[in-house]
């Protein structure tokens, strides 16, 4: 059983950060890609950001300048900074990780709970 937990969101105003964070824990042997999405209410759940084991970054083009994600391999976290934030990036943001549970098995994607991001004008 692998959990991953996001915690940082909450009621921001636009020009703030916020730092989101997300710990993946259980019987994990080793963690690929990390990432971000969010889904804005009536609307589909959309990349933000993703990282992989080695560190290389992806940003929707909504964000980028904006936010920074990073990851610490350590402790199974992937965080998500995100600067001079918008009314539009008002969502609920989840976290994602492509995670192998032993040396021989192949790739299974957790998803988080989600953690709501509100930005005010």
């Known amino acids: 059983q692998v959990q991953l937990v996001e915690s940082g969101g909450g009621l921001v105003q636009a020009g703030g950060s916020l730092r989101l964070s997300c710990v993946a824990s259980?019987?994990?042997?080793?963690?690929?890609?990390m990432g971000w999405y969010r889904q804005a209410p009536g609307q589909q759940r959309d990349l933000v950001a993703t990282?992989?084991?080695?560190?290389?970054?992806n940003y929707a083009d909504s964000v980028k300048g904006r936010f920074t994600i990073s990851r610490e391999n350590a402790k199974n976290t992937v965080y998500l900074q995100m600067n001079s934030l918008k009314p539009e990036d008002t969502a609920v943001y989840y976290c994602r990780a492509e995670v192998k549970l032993r040396a021989w098995s192949g790739l299974a994607q957790y998803w988080g709970q989600g953690t709501q991001v509100t930005v005010s004008s």
């Open positions: 990282i992989t084991r080695d560190g290389r970054t």
């Open positions: 259980g019987s994990i042997f080793s963690i690929n890609a």
